[in-house]
């Protein structure tokens, strides 16, 4: 096992909240960003948690890994739909990767030998 993603989360709660007490006001501005993009009509809560984790791995986020793994796990979502929305993040690194290589071969060449 990599990790305990249970600890993850229940141990990301517990210190949140001393940054909730340091700092109230970003934390209830995220937690109103959270609400207003949950109450949205086009995409069901299963569909907005695959694409979460999805980008948790695009970002290397593994709080947000715990948080929206156990919230696609609480919205129905299966291991098949799961692992295809990991697929397209994996394209996307790869994608990006592919990108940045453009960019950085071409910086490359803007550089007098």
């Given at each position: 096992?990599?990790?305990?993603?249970?600890?993850?989360?229940?141990?990301?709660?517990?210190?949140?909240?001393?940054?909730?007490q340091a700092n109230?006001?970003?934390?209830?501005?995220?937690?109103?960003?959270n609400k207003a993009?949950?109450?949205?009509?086009?995409?069901?809560?299963?569909?907005?948690?695959?694409?979460?984790?999805?980008?948790?791995?695009?970002?290397?986020?593994?709080?947000?890994?715990?948080?929206?793994?156990?919230?696609?796990?609480?919205?129905?979502?299966?291991?098949?739909?799961?692992?295809e929305a990991l697929?397209?993040?994996?394209?996307?690194?790869?994608?990006?990767?592919?990108?940045?290589?453009?960019?950085?071969?071409?910086?490359?060449?803007?550089?007098?030998?």
């Amino acid at each position: 096992m990599l990790n305990n993603w249970k600890d993850q989360l229940s141990n990301l709660r517990q210190s949140a909240k001393t940054f909730a007490q340091a700092n109230p006001a970003v934390v209830e501005a995220y937690q109103g960003l959270n609400k207003a993009q949950a109450s949205g009509s086009a995409l069901d809560a299963k569909t907005r948690e695959l694409i979460s984790l999805a980008v948790a791995v695009t970002t290397r986020c593994d709080g947000c890994i715990s948080s929206h793994a156990a919230a696609a796990r609480q919205a129905g979502a299966t291991e098949a739909e799961l692992s295809e929305a990991l697929g397209t993040a994996i394209a996307l690194n790869a994608g990006a990767a592919y990108v940045y290589s453009v960019r950085a071969m071409e910086a490359f060449g803007q550089f007098d030998k």
